[in-house]
């Protein structure tokens, strides 16, 4: 697919079984949800509309990455979750899968752990899945160290987590990198952000190129405002 024009974006503030699963999404569907201080803004409700629009049905799988680490791609995915849960009224949910520097959970102000890797390592896994206000569901990173110990059940879990929710949302690592490179080849689009000034057009293209050899299907860049 033919990279989208660069969107202008204000930034505001052993595997589990597919059953089992099933039981954390019940367990945190009944939990009173969390609140948050974030909103999607009308420029994040455009962005989900455009992302949904690219994807086919069964394409839901969706990564945000940012040019360098701590280029907003946190904040821009997880209003682009919010949104798109608002849009399609639907189960969501935003997974931290920036196992190098994960930050979601300070976002919405949460511990780190439980999370994905707990939910590998059949940890509290009952205790994962966080019910955020709006239809919205959070998995944090958890014990980073040992998250993506195991790379093949990693892809398992996300295949597993997109037979059960309309869009998994990830807030993965910087591009280009050995770790982003190989989440890319587990979604079905990946958009790039990067905050205005931080990166040479040169430098952006390259990464699309790295992209490109790997067959991964860029959605977009979104350029985020300090």
Excluded at 182 to 193: A, S
Aim: hydrophobic share 45%; glycine share 6%; net charge negative.
């Amino acid at each position: 697919m033919a990279t989208t024009r660069p969107e202008r974006y204000e930034t505001l503030l052993d595997v589990t079984t597919a059953s089992r699963l099933a039981e954390q999404v019940d367990a945190a569907a009944a939990a009173s949800p969390l609140k948050t201080t974030i909103v999607p803004s009308d420029e994040a409700m455009r962005l989900a509309a455009k992302i949904a629009a690219a994807l086919d049905k069964e394409q839901n799988l969706v990564l945000f990455c940012g040019a360098v680490e701590r280029d907003g791609s946190d904040l821009v995915s997880a209003q682009v979750a919010l949104a798109l849960a608002r849009i399609e009224r639907e189960p969501v949910l935003l997974v931290d899968t920036n196992f190098s520097s994960p930050s979601l959970h300070s976002l919405f102000a949460v511990a780190a752990e439980p999370g994905i890797s707990e939910m590998l390592l059949r940890k509290n896994s009952d205790d994962c899945l966080r019910l955020l206000e709006g239809g919205l569901s959070l998995l944090t990173c958890g014990d980073a160290a040992k998250a993506c110990a195991d790379w093949p059940e990693y892809a398992h879990l996300l295949a597993k987590m997109a037979e059960r929710f309309r869009w998994v949302i990830a807030s993965g690592p910087a591009l280009p990198g050995g770790e982003a490179t190989l989440q890319t080849c587990n979604f079905d689009g990946t958009v790039l952000v990067t905050r205005s000034g931080r990166r040479r057009r040169q430098e952006l293209a390259d990464i699309q190129r790295e992209l490109a050899s790997l067959k991964a299907n860029l959605l977009g860049v979104v350029i985020s405002q300090e």
